[in-house]
């Protein structure tokens, strides 16, 4: 018999609308039994959506009577108090990224998990999308010969009014950085291994809504010499890559293109000669995925640990070093020098 699990939704700002959309294929697993937010206009709009009748709440704490997991999508200064209530309460959770604002949150969030015997996962759903999947068994598997080199652009326009939670460097936990681009560090760090040293320029030179940075360029150099990385920005008001991911091999490049739900090989390019035209490379499709939702496929996952008792591909502990890099970028960038990220990745998947 499938078991069918409570699932309660607390923060129904834009992503928590975007979870509800996705949860179709996964209604026959799980019931959402309790929509809570501080607006409680917001909080029926997003009830709206669902098939039956949840409890609609501006307290979680009525949330927590009805439900054996939750989904938390809240600001992120909110995440950590919110997090062990829920675990505190017997609650399963899965967090929205970054799992917290500062390694001492991360880390009693960690302990409460421990304490309660509950599962923590952290909602970094790009992990799950089968392109990258597929790129990282093909970085990893070396079937093009070994990766020197992985590139991630992730380009849009996300404004608010300067005194939004997601524009204060104390609510967000930095800038874009943090907020968005720590999917794209937990990508390279998951496909690429361990790191070494890196760098961090950020500006918000045309996003001045931002307190911190609303551009990003971070490059790293991992363990076997490859590097990687990632340009992020919240001020495109125009873009050609969007969201691409390139990964140059001794035999090809390995590209994404996410808005075609392609992976792709670029191969054969001929050695460059000056002065001589070069011939073009093959272009070959390795994979076709258009559509797909990976916050559907992450939450399957969060289902599958709660059943089986497996630890979450996106754990806690592993996601906390992830964030411990990008906050060494920080710290390194402050002080206007290198960062040393040797010994900060043991855990990592």
């Not at 009014?161 to 999917?183: I, K, P, V, Y």
Request: proline share 3%.
């Amino acid at each position: 018999m499938t078991v069918k699990h409570k699932l309660a939704l607390i923060g129904c700002g834009g992503m928590a609308r975007s979870h509800v959309s996705r949860f179709e294929e996964l209604m026959d697993r799980l019931e959402i039994t309790a929509v809570v937010d501080i607006d409680i206009e917001r909080a029926k709009a997003v009830a709206e959506l669902l098939p039956n009748d949840p409890v609609v709440s501006t307290d979680h704490r009525d949330a927590l009577k009805v439900c054996d997991a939750v989904l938390l999508a809240l600001p992120h200064h909110l995440h950590c108090e919110y997090t062990i209530d829920c675990l505190n309460a017997g609650k399963h959770v899965l967090a929205e990224k970054p799992l917290g604002n500062s390694e001492e949150e991360c880390r009693k969030m960690i302990e409460a998990a421990r304490r309660n015997n509950r599962t923590l996962m952290v909602a970094y759903c790009m992990r799950f999308h089968p392109l990258v999947v597929m790129m990282k068994d093909l970085i990893q598997r070396k079937a093009y010969g070994r990766t020197f080199q992985l590139s991630i652009w992730t380009e849009q326009h996300t404004e608010r009014e300067a005194s939004n939670w997601m524009c204060r460097a104390d609510t967000l936990g930095g800038g874009q950085l943090f907020s968005h681009g720590c999917h794209y560090i937990d990508l390279m760090l998951w496909m690429m291994g361990k790191p070494v040293e890196g760098s961090h320029i950020g500006t918000n030179l045309c996003t001045p809504w931002m307190e911190r940075e609303g551009t990003s360029n971070v490059s790293i150099r991992f363990e076997d010499g490859s590097c990687g990385y990632h340009f992020g920005t919240w001020g495109a008001r125009g873009t050609k890559l969007g969201y691409s991911f390139q990964a140059h091999c001794e035999e090809g490049m390995l590209e994404i293109d996410y808005a075609k739900g392609q992976l792709l090989l670029h191969s054969r390019l001929e050695k460059h000669i000056p002065g001589v035209q070069e011939n073009k490379n093959s272009v070959k499709v390795l994979l076709e995925a258009p559509g797909i939702k990976p916050t559907s496929i992450e939450m399957k996952h969060f289902l599958d640990c709660l059943e089986t008792g497996a630890t979450p591909l996106t754990d806690a502990e592993s996601s906390l070093e992830g964030l411990k890099v990008i906050w060494e970028l920080y710290k390194a960038e402050d002080e206007r020098k290198l960062a040393d990220l040797t010994g900060i990745i043991n855990k990592f998947k």
